[in-house]
Nanobody, 125 residues
């Protein structure tokens, strides 16, 4: 089974950039949908972006379109999230999630059965 580990979080000023990585072990990501979610204190986990590993199709939340880019690195069995023009509202714990196959419900956290431990992103104004 896939085991996910996120990295790359940290403190950045508003307008800055960060790159998050989600490294998978235990199984290859081919055939999986991999997504990034984020969670702020007191709120539910919010969909950010998803990629279908096999076809490369990507989807984004409206709040991050044009600023965030999700991509895959086959050789490293890794999914990255490039975040640009960060805003204070982007501050959250970011989680990587995976499930086998592709579903139109990719925005639902309930679809995913594998989760990483999360990485904190802090954006100062």
């Amino acid at each position: 089974q896939v085991h996910l580990v996120e990295s790359g979080g940290g403190l950045v000023q508003a307008g800055g950039s960060l790159r998050l990585s989600c490294v998978a072990s235990g199984d290859i990501l081919d055939g999986h949908t991999v997504a990034w979610f984020r969670q702020q204190p007191g709120n539910e986990r919010e969909f950010v972006a998803a990629i279908w590993w096999t076809g490369g199709d990507t989807n984004y939340a409206d709040s991050v379109k044009g600023r965030f880019t999700i991509s895959r690195e086959a050789a490293k069995n890794t999914v990255n999230l490039e975040m640009n023009s960060l805003k204070p509202g982007d501050a959250a714990v970011y989680y990587c999630a995976a499930t086998f196959g592709w579903s139109s419900r990719y925005e639902s956290s309930h679809l995913y059965d594998r989760w990483g431990q999360g990485t904190q992103v802090t954006v100062s104004s």
